[in-house]
């Protein structure tokens, strides 16, 4: 199994930057799929990014693209995703999590993690 434990949400001023961070345990992880997913309150979670391991790279989804950059540490186990150029409407909770290469669903997923956004 994956355990997945994030951290780096917190306050910043719109225009501002945060780095969110999801450090995996486990020894399966060329065999995984990160995604970032974020919910605003009220809403629905949504498709923020993913990455594969085994290729190194990923993307971001159209709406953020420009302004979101995924990275990673493969020594520390942890894909980051850099939140730029931050908009009100980028405020909630952020999660990572991972899901088996071919799996349809993402099963592990970490605690989430807030941005709050200020204007």
């Known amino acids: 199994q994956v355990q997945l434990v994030q951290s780096g949400g917190g306050l910043v001023q719109a225009g501002g930057s945060l780095r969110l961070s999801c450090t995996a345990s486990?020894?399966?992880?060329?065999?995984?799929?990160m995604g970032w997913f974020h919910q605003a309150p009220g809403k629905e979670r949504e498709f923020v990014a993913t990455?594969?391991?085994?290729?190194?790279?990923?993307y971001v989804a159209d709406s953020v693209k420009g302004r979101f950059t995924l990275s990673r540490d493969s020594g520390k186990n942890t894909v980051y995703l850099q939140l730029n150029s931050l908009k009100p409407e980028d405020a909630g909770v952020y999660y990572c999590a991972a899901r088996i290469v071919g799996a349809h669903e993402y099963d592990y997923w970490g605690q989430g993690t807030q941005v709050s956004v200020s204007s």
């Open positions: 990455f594969r391991w085994s290729a190194g790279s990923g």
């Open positions: 486990g020894r399966t992880f060329s065999m995984l799929d």
